[in-house]
């Protein structure tokens, strides 16, 4: 690997050095020698004209291809940022957009947030030069309350659209009705006479030109979207596949967290240099294997303890996600674990091995009892091909499918889009807040069922977002519409004014936002429950939350006054994390939502009272605000579900996993082989009914 590195050579001061000066120069030559190899650098004036000539276009190209970093950039020296308008492209994931504008920021080498940068929920990284603006498709669903008709943007583009999720489903839908308003605003202008003339109308002009949408999407089936876009034009660029071999194994493994991890080590053993990407369903799962590998590794011979994990997933914070980008040192091979997010997404240069146990963790949406889970299910045969073709990408290389053959031709074609597995309040609300009133009738791509946005519009209004006509209510729907949050948890904060516990319920919005703060690694499992006791509040879960996270700030007060420097303070957290079986990660992620969520709240005028130690208050609020997740204890000692009827377990993680509690509310339902429900706490079965009457009064 000849790649040079950069990160050196960042330091301004140490520019005089000539070396350094040598080695920009050389990592300077590098990148545009990778630009100009890339498969979409030969189209680049083909496209160009293309999205001059048309106001819709699709694009499909096989991941790796340079459809991401590169079409932007092409479109912003093709002056599309006339008038100091900016190119938007969201993306399904956080991740994706943070690592994909910092590559693109380097690439035209300059500073990100400058003429490139990136905005994701909890984290801006923009200012007023950005002109190529990589983002959320959920972050431009919420730019466009403040902003209806998208006018700062003369360019979105809608990426990994074949992902299909409930945001990107909801933005293609918005997008058209924006673009058509657009147009007619940008006609109405131009049929002014004085156009030209009148600086006021110029101004305007420039508000309301047209805006131009480009879909790009690395499935070959273009034709749903073009449909969907009245019979727009789609263009596909080629791109460059090796072959790769696709081995099965013979039986299903029962284990396939233990097979991956065998199979990382035939092939670090057995196999000729390549780095492997490995594929999981989750965080905790990730750090799992990661612990295994890193025993493992210990136990072999020195010369073959050349292996290195890095783990990407949509939480890790961004230093560590660019982590999977950097070649292995000399001499090492790198094994990345990732999510699906490594798929399409993100495309990592160096893989030769893929691992692939065929799942992925999805949302599961029942309309009929209106709850919403995690389940971790087969891929489809899309997501399988795009997993396997990772390994293709600089030369012929492996796929190991953890599964046997046959059970490849029984997976479905392409994923379920998610708006038809999901619960869509949140869809629901925003597009009230956007004024579009008559959620049947909105125009989406692929129909979510009648049943399923029924079923959200009356959590919304029970939620009291709603009134009773289905209106947007003031100003609790409003309120609720500006907090970036799930509209139960906007609502607990909402409630929390009242009930003045702002501040506790402000912790465990944050920690609930976040994948496990607990580390529960199985070989230590007794350990980690002891270290976790002097947290533990009998009352449950969401309280021993808000011990860990004041708990950790005290700590981090205390480093801050006997040694002020930033890394020595992280490293004080870290070790406490460690000692405490704490989820390092995991906490740093809370608390940056933790700050994010503060500014919204000052900004809404809510002021952070606590409850003190009047816990019992809190538990009240929390009542008040997670009614539709409480459970009652069955003679067996599982829980029924009030609102759905289902019967639930408590997860062996909670602190109530032994002791018993008559009456619960909870944060989230677990499928496996059973109901699990997590984050829960004790409740008193009687203020059910005292409050959340809107419910339980008409319940009982
Ligand atoms: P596409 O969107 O078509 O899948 P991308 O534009 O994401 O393609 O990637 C093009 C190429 O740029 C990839 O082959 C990859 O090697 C390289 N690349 C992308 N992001 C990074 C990064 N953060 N670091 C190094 N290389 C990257
Ligand atoms: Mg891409």
Redesign the pocket.
């Known amino acids: 690997r000849d790649r040079p590195a950069n990160g050196d050579c960042k330091n301004q001061d140490r520019l005089a050095n000539g070396d350094c000066k040598n080695q920009l120069l050389a990592r300077r030559q590098f990148i545009l020698q990778?630009r100009k190899s890339?498969p979409?650098a030969s189209v680049e004036k083909r496209l160009v004209e293309e999205v001059r000539n048309n106001d819709t276009l699709i694009i499909v190209?096989?991941?790796?291809?340079?459809?991401?970093?590169?079409l932007p950039q092409f479109l912003y020296n093709a002056g599309f940022c006339y008038d100091e308008k900016v190119i938007g492209i969201t993306q399904p994931r956080r991740v994706a957009a943070v690592?994909?504008a910092?590559?693109v920021a380097e690439e035209c080498n300059v500073k990100l947030g400058e003429k490139v940068g990136y905005s994701i929920r909890f984290d801006d990284m923009t200012s007023n030069s950005t002109r190529i603006k990589y983002m959320t498709d959920g972050l431009l669903l919420r730019e466009a309350l403040l902003d209806p008709f998208l006018s700062r943007y003369s360019i979105v583009i809608v990426?990994e659209a074949h992902e299909r999720t409930v945001h990107t489903d909801v933005l293609l839908g918005l997008l058209k009705k924006v673009q058509l308003a657009r147009s007619k605003q940008h006609n109405i202008i131009k049929e002014n006479a004085n156009y030209r003339e009148n600086s006021r109308s110029l101004s305007q002009g420039a508000k309301y030109t047209s805006l131009k949408l480009i879909i790009?999407s690395?499935s070959l089936d273009a034709k749903c979207f073009s449909e969907y876009f009245g019979g727009a034009k789609a263009v596909h660029v080629q791109g460059r596949q090796y072959p790769v071999d696709v081995l099965y194994t013979y039986q299903p493994e029962p284990d396939y967290l233990d097979a991956t991890l065998i199979t990382i080590f035939q092939i670090h053993l057995e196999e000729g240099s390549g780095d492997i990407l490995a594929f999981l369903t989750g965080q905790e799962e990730i750090e799992s294997v990661e612990r295994l590998v890193h025993e493992r590794i210990r136990q072999l011979p020195e010369r073959n303890q050349n292996l290195l994990t890095v783990p990407i997933y949509a939480s890790l914070p961004s230093e560590q996600q660019?982590n999977a980008?950097k070649p292995a040192p000399s001499g090492f091979r790198k094994v990345i674990l990732a999510t699906n997010i490594a798929e399409?997404s993100?495309?990592?240069?160096g893989i030769k091995y893929v691992i692939d146990p065929g799942l992925v963790k999805a949302r599961s949406y029942n309309p009929v009892t209106g709850t919403e889970s995690l389940i971790i299910i087969p891929v489809s045969k899309a997501q399988a091909l795009q997993r396997s073709g990772r390994a293709g990408?600089e030369g012929a290389g492996k796929c190991f499918r953890l599964y046997p053959e046959n059970e490849f031709h029984k997976l479905i074609d392409s994923t379920v889009p998610e708006i038809k597995r999901c619960n869509l309040a949140n869809v629901v609300l925003q597009l009230k807040t956007l004024g579009i009133d008559d959620i049947i009738g909105f125009d989406f791509m692929e129909k979510p069922s009648r049943m399923a946005i029924v079923k959200s519009l009356e959590q919304l209004f029970l939620l009291g977002a709603l009134s009773d006509d289905y209106k947007l209510s003031n100003p609790v729907g409003h309120q609720m519409a500006r907090l970036p949050l799930d509209p139960m948890y906007s609502k607990a904060l909402i409630l929390a004014v009242e009930f003045k516990c702002l501040e506790e319920m402000l912790i465990v919005v944050a920690m609930l936002s976040v994948e496990s703060i607990f580390y529960f690694p199985r070989e230590k499992m007794e350990e980690a429950r002891t270290a976790r006791k002097s947290f533990s509040s009998p009352e449950g879960d969401h309280i021993t939350l808000v011990k860990v996270y004041r708990t950790s700030a005290e700590c981090l007060e205390k480093s801050k006054i006997t040694n002020g420097k930033e890394k020595s303070i992280e490293k004080k957290l870290n070790k406490w994390c460690r000692e405490n079986y704490i989820n390092y990660r995991s906490l740093r992620h809370a608390r940056d939502i933790h700050s994010q969520i503060e500014g919204h709240i000052q900004q809404m005028g809510f002021s952070l009272s606590s409850c003190g130690d009047d816990m019992q208050q809190f538990r009240r609020c929390l009542t008040a605000s997670f009614f539709l997740n409480a459970g009652m204890k069955q003679p067996d000692g599982s829980y029924r579900a009030l609102a759905s009827g289902q019967t639930v377990q408590v997860h062996p993680s909670s602190v109530l996993f032994r002791t018993k509690a008559d009456c619960i509310i909870f944060n989230e339902l677990v499928r496996t082989n059973q109901n699990y429900v997590r984050n829960v706490t004790r409740i008193d079965p009687l203020w059910l009914p005292e409050l959340a009457p809107q419910y339980y009064a008409a319940h009982s």
């Open positions: 990778h890339l979409i190209g096989e991941t790796g291809s340079g459809k991401t970093t590169q690592t994909v910092k590559r990426d790009m690395a660019m980008f399409t993100v495309t990592i240069p990408r």
